[in-house]
């Protein structure tokens, strides 16, 4: 794909996935644009995606919106659409996670993450479809996890969330298809980002002793997001251990299920270990 001349919108763009894939994007030519929530955060994003352009014709911004708030969503989009044009491609990056055992977490905990990751989803490509669809082009961009196709030990409110991405996605990839608008879904195992810094924090000790894959660089997650989208590819699994899983999740849930609870009676015999 030529992104030159190509208008992105980036949610969650201040850090982590987000910014990374904004940069890779300047580089091949694209007119960048960071939304996010925090503004010093943006402002330093956004000087990073502007030292990247490959020309100075390149028109990069940074708009401040709440993903979970329609109006801001819908404002973003427009502020973009004014000053830059229609978004072409949308990455939806901004998330969260809130590790714990179900019984051990407030619903309060289960809403927000809701409304992050799957409504600010929603929201985000509400407010870009309209235009998308007149033009009859686009591409969207979904970030997921590996939590959108296999359930976590310790991950119920995020699960739920990312379940719901990829059932949206599906949707909405078989009705916007006809319209000449493009659909990827991303599915990246652990990287090395702010909020897994926060999700360390928080993790209960069986929930820690499984989390053993290995930690992708946001930049190897952010390539394989470009190369996905310059392929035209629906599902986009940027880890050799995710599509490890991807396929035991194809093949059979019942032999995903057998190894993933293998894998939880093993994590759960080290802490009674460490204790005795």
Known sequence: MEFGDRVVLITGGSSGIGLE????????GAHVWLAARD????ESALRQVEAARRSRGQRCGAVLADVTDPVQATRAVAEVTETCG????LV???GAVHPGLFRDTENAVMQRLMEVNYFGT???????????????????????????FMGGYGYSA???????IRGFTEALRAELRPLGIRVSIVFPQNTATPQLEYENKLKPDVVRALDDTRVMSPQEVARAIVRGIDRRQY???????????????GLSTTALHWVLDRMV??????PRQRQG
């Open 21 to 28: 894939t904004g940069r890779l994007l300047s580089q091949r």
């Open 39 to 42: 503004k010093q955060r943006m």
């Open 86 to 89: 229609s978004p072409d491609i």
């Open 92 to 94: 939806n990056s901004a």
């Open 122 to 148: 929603v929201h985000m490509t509400r407010a870009c479809l309209s235009s998308m669809a007149a033009r009859q082009q686009g591409h969207i961009v979904n970030i997921c996890s590996v939590y959108g």
């Open 158 to 164: 995020y699960c739920a969330s990312k379940f719901a």
């Open 235 to 249: 599902v986009i699994i940027p880890g050799a251990e995710g599509k490890l899983l991807f396929w035991f999740s």
């Open 265 to 270: 009676d093993r994590a759960l015999k080290r």
